[in-house]
């Protein structure tokens, strides 16, 4: 990641990194459980990865996440 990244660049690449797949092959509309199998203990999991990237969601319920857009929306203008 460059300083020049978006935070929905940033947020893609790190759930990219996460999956162990290309940004390339992640759509903004894939839905975390459905369109990409990330069961529940991995969206904590994945969560915590951000909070330790220094992205403040530890109030983000889940449940209401669906697609990575939605999670791009939730965190906000937070701060790296």
């Not at 020049?4 to 893609?12: K, L, P, V």
């Not at 529940?40 to 330790?52: M, V, Y």
């Amino acid at each position: 990641m460059t300083q020049n990244d978006t935070r929905e660049d940033q947020i893609i690449d790190l759930l990219a990194e996460y999956l162990g797949v290309s940004s390339d092959d992640l759509k903004l509309d894939d839905s975390l459980p459905d369109d990409l199998h990330m069961s529940a203990s991995e969206l904590t999991d994945f969560k915590e990865q951000l909070i330790g990237k220094g992205y403040d969601i530890e109030n983000v319920n889940l449940g209401e996440i669906d697609t990575i857009n939605d999670l791009i929306d939730a965190i906000g203008d937070s701060e790296l």
